[in-house]
């Protein structure tokens, strides 16, 4: 029978059972270890040797997924395919690429598998997002992580997509794509960057400035400017993605390391509010005592709260402005016609006084 120690009050001689002793050292053993792990937030796995993709080429095979909500129509899938075809790429639609379940493309083993099975087919050259929307944080616990490492490829996508993006190269080393989705036209702009990014080897590349502004008497550029929120220049892998995505990930065993990093965010349809609650949500977490630099992309269709809300630029000078790091605001990333192509992992210099963003090395082999 187990026995308890009982204290000396008691008037019982204090026996402990062997099995007592076991399962209370184990239990101890299994403590130490979560205190430790990702998932407990407390200490973040070294990131992995970084891993290339191939370049794509005109002819390659491209694979078509809806990891977390799907579009609305069908026809909109067909519009997708030959948007993909109109840049000299062949399509291979995925299993479950038709399925709906509530707000979402099928269920997550489902949307999982699609992503598995692009990865493990050798005759797949890149995988492609239809959109983003909701869910895909969903899959992170199905993907055959292995599989992925040893069958390097692009992966396209952004804003529900900045789970995968990071979620993959946290736990392979792959460098992954924030960049558009197929649900509208490419601008000249996005087609530029996409052909920069993807089908070029190239380092030194600028990415997201703004686009040339035909400017004159009277006429010069409104939408789209650079702002210096904290001065400098700094070094490292590019991290990051859609804000709230990315702080939904901290805790987990997907959140990647931000030691030195440059991270990079961008948002839509958030009142100031919340993204003052995100933003200290990721300080209080302690990401900005760890980056190299900030890069702030589009935070676009944002309502103040009230008449007393502070504007964005404001609301991130109260955060950087005099810290240790630089702070541009303004680059072509996020939910914008307009839209560059950022490769997650990729060594890049952050210079906020030149405000630029250059890749150091190129994405892809």
Partial sequence: MQQFPTGAAGGCEKRVDRRWLLKGALGVSLLSLAVASPASGHAAAKPLPILKPKRLAVGDTVGLVAPGSNVTEDEDIRFAVDLIESLGFRVREGDNLYRRHYYLAGRAGERAADLNKMFKDPSIDAVFCIRGGNGSAQTLPDLDYAAIRSNP?????????????????????????????????????????????????????????????????????????????????????????????????????????????????????????????????????????????????????????????????????????????????????????????IPVGIRSRLDADAKTLTLLESPVT
């Fill in 153 to 341: 490829k692009i992966l396209l996508g952004y804003s529900d997509i900045t789970s995968l993006l990071n979620g993959i190269h946290h736990k392979t080393g792959l460098v992954t794509f924030h960049g558009p989705v197929f649900r509208d036209n490419f601008t000249r702009y996005t087609l530029g960057e996409f052909q920069k990014i993807l089908m070029e080897l190239r380092a030194g590349a600028v990415v997201g400035a703004p686009p040339v502004f035909d400017s004159g008497r009277g006429r010069v550029e409104r939408s789209n400017r650079l702002t210096t929120i904290n001065p400098g220049r700094a070094e490292g892998r590019l991290i990051g993605g859609n804000l709230s995505l990315l702080g939904s990930l901290v805790g987990t065993p997907y959140f990647p390391d931000m030691e030195g990093a440059i991270l990079f965010i961008e948002d839509v349809s958030e009142p100031v509010y919340r993204i003052d609650r995100m933003l200290t949500h990721l300080r209080l977490a302690g990401v900005f005592s760890k980056i190299s630099a900030l890069a702030i992309g589009k935070f676009t269709s944002i309502k103040p709260f009230d008449e007393n809300s502070p504007g964005l630029e404001e609301l991130f000078r109260s955060y950087f402005s005099g810290g240790h790091i630089p702070v541009l605001r303004g680059l072509m990333i996020g939910h914008v016609d307009d839209q560059t192509v």
